[in-house]
């Protein structure tokens, strides 16, 4: 207020108006082609629901700063532009150290691929099975291919490729605040982005009995386009089911998770954040995950399964990027 005192009315004006042309700048900053902007703000985060898993509480206050959101998740399209530019090579794709493999569903998987001796089912999770040769070209194993599929989201994409792809195109991963700020739509105290009740017309998730039988109900027995449902009352599309999403943050295991137990090894990447659930995710949580705004795991950054996807974010000029 001395500040004030001291200034005469135009000086004053001035220096409001510089204040607030510096604090709008962040949001008229041209939006890049194909992302949201979002002003940020404070919402609550997570859930204390009686249904809440470990990882999605505590509910509690969280702070972003203006940031964009891609509007969908990378589609295959966009990632082939990427490769075609970088010659890059995924971790599912190989060759050494690279795996070389990756993660399919049992139901998807063609008969001839189940039968060979180097597809690995999972132990106790006998409807994953690891095929050698599938990748995000050929997302169904040996012999597959995206031509039908360029509208979907990429899948077979580790956190780590993830993150060179964000890179190349002059982005980077969504924090775990902002991916769920941007998820919630502006909307509180609800489990998704239209309501408190599920409704397949808006997500693609499974129907029927996991893992032998998915009813279709929604049209898709795995991805669909990236526009196919209806976005949320920010714009954004396929937020929650379709796939999990990579976020930057590493995961925390809570307290009570048994992978909190499990000590990190020497030279171990840490674990990160997924985001949002997939196709063979629930509305209810009878199987899998209960896919909804909150819905939240971790897994190894070299992981990559046909139900593993991400979108990029980035910050406006001159806005720090909020804290991991």
């Given at each position: 207020?001395?500040?004030?005192?001291?200034?005469?009315?135009?000086?004053?004006?001035?220096?409001?108006?510089?204040?607030?042309?510096?604090?709008?700048?962040?949001?008229?900053?041209?939006?890049?082609?194909?992302m949201?902007?979002?002003?940020?703000?404070?919402?609550?985060?997570?859930?204390?629901?009686?249904?809440?898993?470990?990882?999605?509480?505590?509910?509690?206050?969280?702070?972003?700063?203006p940031?964009?959101?891609d509007?969908?998740?990378?589609?295959?399209?966009?990632?082939?532009?990427?490769?075609?530019?970088?010659k890059?090579?995924?971790?599912a794709q190989?060759?050494?150290?690279?795996f070389?493999?990756?993660?399919?569903?049992?139901?998807?998987?063609?008969?001839?691929?189940?039968?060979?001796?180097?597809?690995?089912?999972?132990?106790?999770?006998?409807h994953?099975?690891?095929?050698?040769?599938?990748?995000?070209r050929?997302?169904?194993?040996?012999?597959?291919?995206?031509?039908?599929?360029?509208?979907?989201?990429?899948?077979?994409?580790?956190?780590?490729?993830?993150?060179?792809?964000?890179?190349?195109?002059?982005?980077?991963?969504?924090?775990?605040?902002?991916?769920?700020?941007a998820?919630?739509g502006?909307v509180?105290?609800?489990?998704?982005?239209?309501?408190?009740?599920?409704?397949?017309?808006k997500?693609?998730?499974?129907?029927?009995?996991?893992?032998?039988e998915?009813?279709?109900?929604?049209?898709?027995?795995?991805?669909?386009?990236?526009?196919?449902?209806?976005?949320?009352?920010?714009?954004?599309?396929?937020?929650?089911?379709?796939v999990?999403?990579w976020?930057?943050?590493?995961?925390?295991?809570?307290?009570d998770?048994?992978?909190?137990?499990?000590?990190?090894?020497?030279?171990?990447?840490?674990?990160?954040?997924?985001?949002?659930?997939?196709?063979?995710?629930?509305a209810?949580?009878?199987?899998?995950?209960?896919?909804?705004?909150?819905?939240?795991?971790?897994?190894t950054?070299?992981?990559?399964?046909?139900?593993?996807?991400?979108?990029?974010?980035?910050s406006?000029?001159?806005?720090?990027?909020?804290e991991?």
């Amino acid at each position: 207020w001395i500040l004030f005192e001291s200034m005469n009315f135009v000086t004053f004006y001035t220096f409001v108006t510089f204040a607030l042309f510096c604090a709008h700048a962040e949001l008229t900053e041209e939006v890049p082609e194909g992302m949201i902007p979002l002003e940020g703000g404070s919402f609550m985060m997570g859930s204390d629901d009686k249904d809440a898993t470990p990882d999605e509480k505590p509910k509690k206050k969280a702070t972003v700063a203006p940031f964009f959101i891609d509007e969908t998740p990378v589609t295959n399209k966009d990632f082939r532009k990427f490769v075609k530019e970088t010659k890059f090579k995924t971790e599912a794709q190989g060759p050494p150290p690279a795996f070389g493999w990756s993660f399919m569903l049992a139901l998807d998987t063609p008969k001839e691929i189940l039968a060979k001796e180097s597809t690995r089912k999972i132990p106790n999770q006998d409807h994953w099975v690891a095929v050698e040769g599938a990748y995000w070209r050929q997302p169904r194993g040996p012999g597959s291919g995206i031509a039908e599929v360029m509208d979907h989201p990429v899948t077979h994409v580790s956190w780590n490729d993830a993150k060179k792809y964000c890179e190349h195109v002059g982005k980077r991963l969504p924090t775990d605040k902002e991916w769920e700020f941007a998820a919630r739509g502006g909307v509180a105290k609800k489990q998704w982005p239209w309501g408190n009740k599920p409704d397949i017309t808006k997500y693609n998730i499974w129907q029927g009995k996991f893992p032998k039988e998915n009813t279709e109900e929604d049209g898709f027995l795995t991805t669909s386009p990236v526009k196919h449902f209806p976005p949320n009352p920010y714009g954004i599309y396929d937020m929650i089911g379709n796939v999990w999403e990579w976020v930057a943050n590493k995961y925390k295991p809570p307290a009570d998770h048994p992978q909190s137990k499990q000590q990190q090894q020497p030279g171990e990447a840490p674990m990160r954040v997924m985001r949002g659930g997939s196709f063979v995710d629930s509305a209810d949580g009878s199987f899998n995950h209960k896919a909804r705004i909150t819905t939240k795991m971790g897994n190894t950054p070299d992981s990559s399964a046909a139900n593993t996807g991400f979108r990029c974010a980035l910050s406006p000029k001159h806005v720090k990027r909020d804290e991991l």
